[in-house]
């Protein structure tokens, strides 16, 4: 069973930068998928970045060049450094991962971790 649990939310002010860590257990493959999701109040959960099993790396556009995903395969941890956070980034963030060991890169999240609340003010 996966458990991914989620730490680093927090507030701060517009400019600011926060690392969110999601830590995952119960992944016994090197070929899963890790991502982070986001939803803010009255509205859709949000892809904000994804790393496939191919290693490749998406990010949603209103976080490209701000935003930055680090992940290590080895103790199964994906880090979410966000630089220049503005309000419009304040929401729940959610670790996300596919933990099954396929060739195909494709994606489908269906672990989630509890979510760590960060909150940007302006």
């Known amino acids: 069973q996966v458990q991914l649990v989620e730490s680093g939310g927090g507030s701060v002010q517009a400019g600011g930068s926060l690392r969110l860590s999601c830590a995952a257990s119960?992944?016994?493959?090197?070929?899963?998928?890790m991502g982070w999701y986001r939803q803010a109040p009255g509205k859709e959960r949000e892809e904000v970045a994804t790393?496939?099993?191919?290693?490749?790396?998406r990010y949603a556009d209103s976080v490209k060049g701000r935003f930055t995903v680090f992940p290590d395969n080895t103790k199964k941890t994906l880090s979410l450094q966000m630089n220049n956070l503005k309000s419009e980034d304040t929401a729940m963030y959610y670790c996300?991962?596919?933990?099954?060991?396929?060739?195909?890169?494709?994606?489908?999240?269906?672990?989630w971790g509890q979510g760590t609340q960060v909150t940007v003010s302006s």
């Open positions: 996300a991962a596919d933990s099954r060991s396929l060739i195909s890169s494709r994606c489908d999240f269906t672990d």
């Open positions: 119960g992944i016994f493959t090197w070929r899963y998928c």
């Open positions: 790393i496939n099993r191919d290693g490749a790396i």
